[in-house]
């Protein structure tokens, strides 16, 4: 079992950067045995999935963020981060990390082959 927590989320303006952190209260070992990973979601929309880091340090980033936002895996302190630069109106959303072992790397973004979730960080960018 994984336990999430994040943070890190607030209001910016337009071209602003966040940081999110997500802790996870678990042993190194069984943290580093899920493909973790951070999705995003706004009210009437399905759960996208933006960045994650697979089991062997790879990372995977949506096309939506790429270039912006930087996923990075502290492995001794067991914490998940993005760092999120030159934001946008249209990033506004709750982002939540995950664990998962999703089936292949194509579904490493699909929100469907996570199995736990944090309970979510409100990111709020203005123009």
């Known amino acids: 079992h994984v336990q999430l927590v994040e943070s890190g989320g607030g209001s910016v303006q337009a071209g602003g950067s966040l940081r999110l952190s997500c802790a996870a209260v678990a042993s190194s070992a069984t943290y580093r045995s899920y493909c973790m990973g951070w999705f995003r979601q706004t009210p009437g929309k399905e759960r996208e999935g933006v960045a994650a880091?697979?089991?062997?340090?790879?990372?995977v980033y949506a096309d939506s963020i790429k270039g912006r936002f930087t996923v990075s895996l502290d492995q001794v302190k067991n914490i998940l981060v993005l760092q999120l630069n030159n934001l946008t109106p249209e990033d506004t959303a709750v982002y939540y990390c995950?664990?998962?072992?999703?089936?292949?790397?194509?579904?490493?973004?699909?929100?469907?082959?996570?199995?736990?979730w944090g309970q979510g960080t409100q990111v709020t960018v203005s123009s």
């Open positions: 995950a664990a998962g072992h999703p089936k292949s790397l194509y579904r490493v973004l699909w929100s469907s082959d996570y199995q736990y």
């Open positions: 880091v697979d089991i062997d340090n790879s990372t």
